[in-house]
C-alpha cells in the first residue's frame, strides 16, 4: 500500500500477557519513529530506527518494551508482561529521512485488561 | 511545564467561522508540525513549518521563531474539519517529534 500499515488495528491482552505491533513504514523511508499516545494526551515519543539501527530508545518507559527492525523495514514493537498502564494508542511513523514529514499509520489500540 | 502548549483544549465554532488554534513552545526546534487527527486515531500531517507562512486550501499556518509562537487558521469552517489538531516540534537530535495535548475542534452545522 500506498501509505504506513500498522496491525493489528485493535489488540486486547490480559495483564502479565505479552503483545507485539507490527508496522510496515512506506517502502524506500529510512527513519521509523514508534509513539505512544495516552487517552485524551498528545503522542509521547518512544524510539527511533535509522534503517536497521535503533539510534534512540530513550522513551521508552521500561525494559518490557523492545523494539526491532531488524532488515530496515518492517518493524516490531513488543512488550512483555503487560500492565494496565500500557493500555494506549501506538503510532507508528515513518520518513525518508529524519528531518523529512513523518506519515502516521492509524495506529494500534491496546487495550491491557 | 509541557514544553508544547495548545489553546484552546477545546473549541467548538459554527459553521463558517474563522478559527485559529494557537501552539507555544519552549525548546529550540527545527521544525514545527501541525497534525489532524481523526477518531480513530489517524494522523495526518497539515504542514511542516520552519518559518513564515504556509497556506493550503482554507488551512494556513503561521509561525514565529523569535516568540516560539505558531497558529493554525482555518478559514470558512466546515463540519468535515472537526477533528483533533495536534501541535509538534522536532527539537529531538534524531527528528523525533515532541507533541502538544491537542485541540479537539467541533464544527456545528
Known amino acids: 500500500g500506498a501509505g504506513v500499515s500498522q496491525s493489528p488495528r485493535y489488540k486486547v491482552a490480559k495483564r502479565g500477557q505479552d503483545v507485539a505491533l507490527r508496522c510496515d513504514p512506506i517502502?524506500?523511508?529510512?527513519?521509523l519513529f514508534w509513539y505512544q499516545q495516552a487517552l485524551g494526551q498528545g503522542p509521547e515519543f518512544l524510539t527511533y530506527?535509522?534503517?536497521?539501527?535503533?539510534?534512540?530508545k530513550s522513551g521508552l518507559p521500561s525494559d518490557r518494551f523492545f523494539a526491532e527492525r531488524p532488515e530496515g523495514s518492517v518493524s516490531t514493537l513488543k512488550i512483555q508482561r503487560t500492565q494496565q498502564e500500557d493500555s494506549a494508542v501506538y503510532l507508528c511513523?515513518?520518513?525518508?529521512?529524519?528531518?523529512?514529514?513523518?506519515?502516521f499509520g492509524d495506529g494500534t489500540r491496546l487495550s491491557i485488561l | 511545564k509541557n514544553e508544547v502548549e495548545q489553546s484552546p483544549q477545546n473549541l467548538t465554532a459554527q459553521e463558517g467561522e474563522f478559527i485559529t488554534i494557537n501552539c507555544s513552545y519552549s525548546?529550540?526546534?527545527?521544525?514545527l508540525h501541525w497534525l489532524q487527527q481523526h477518531p480513530g486515531g489517524g494522523i495526518v500531517s497539515l504542514f511542516m513549518?520552519?518559518?513564515g507562512k504556509k497556506k493550503h486550501g482554507r488551512l494556513i499556518a503561521t509561525i514565529n521563531i523569535q516568540e516560539k509562537h505558531s497558529s493554525l487558521h482555518i478559514t470558512a469552517s466546515h463540519p468535515r474539519d472537526s477533528a483533533v489538531y495536534i501541535c509538534?516540534?522536532?527539537?529531538?537530535?534524531?527528528?523525533?517529534?515532541?507533541f502538544g495535548k491537542g485541540t479537539k475542534l467541533s464544527v456545528k452545522p
Open positions: 517502502s524506500g523511508h529510512v527513519s
Open positions: 513549518l520552519s518559518s
Open positions: 530506527f535509522q534503517n536497521e539501527a535503533q539510534l534512540d
Open positions: 525548546v529550540g526546534i527545527s521544525a
Open positions: 509538534a516540534v522536532r527539537g529531538g537530535s534524531q527528528g523525533n517529534l515532541i
Open positions: 511513523a515513518s520518513s525518508l529521512g529524519q528531518l523529512q514529514p513523518q506519515h
